[in-house]
């Protein structure tokens, strides 16, 4: 997720910085894929330099990579992580509490966001290419601060989707959830993961 969003951010004109990968070499290629508008850097070095961070790893991963942003006070987290356990087959906190929620008490002063989880990454590309086309597949997100909401819609409309705002975020509760019915679709289905979803109103 953060290699693809990352490349289309910068493809679309924004400043970006590849992070956290096992392999330095990796988040280098990306950059160098990803053409002028992107770099390779250390969490921290990210986490300092960008206005918007994007959240974009396995669940058990959290701890971790928060240890090494620094302090991310007053920072937009767009999360697309999904709270799921080591086997991706469920999630760990639902119901009274959604990843993004526990993201937010994890980073006092943040402004989460949560967006961009519940559509497979093999879709990414696709919805950018055509994003000129009238019916642009719906991206659901959800957040308590509304000029990040503004932030990751501009973001959500560059890769090619219709922002649909969800509300506080709470609805991250039923968000996250929802994500797990598309990767179901997605993964478990006959069509190949290249799915997406839109909303109409009648
Ligand atoms: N994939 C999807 O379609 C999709 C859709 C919706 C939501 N999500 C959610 O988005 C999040 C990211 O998913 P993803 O599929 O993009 O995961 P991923 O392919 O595993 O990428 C996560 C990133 O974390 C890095 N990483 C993993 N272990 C590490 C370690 N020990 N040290 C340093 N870096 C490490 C990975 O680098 P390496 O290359 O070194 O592994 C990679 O850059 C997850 O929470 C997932 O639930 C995914």
Redesign the pocket.
Known sequence: ???KLGTIFARAGHDVVFS????QK??ERLARDAGANARAGTPREAAEESDVLL?????S?LD??LSQTGPLSGKVILT?????NAQ?SELVIAHTMS?AEAVAKKVPKSKVVSA???????VLFDVFDSRNRKDRPSMVYCGDDAASKKIAAKLIDDVGFDPVDAGPLRIARYTEPF?LL??QL?YDGREG?ELAYRFERY
Request: aromatic fraction near 8%.
């Open positions: 997720m953060g290699g956290y990968a096992r392999h990796k988040l959240l974009a790893v396995h669940w991963r971790d990579i697309c992580s999904l709270p799921l991706n990843g961009f989880n519940s559509i497979p990454s093999e994500a598309v990767a997605a993961p």
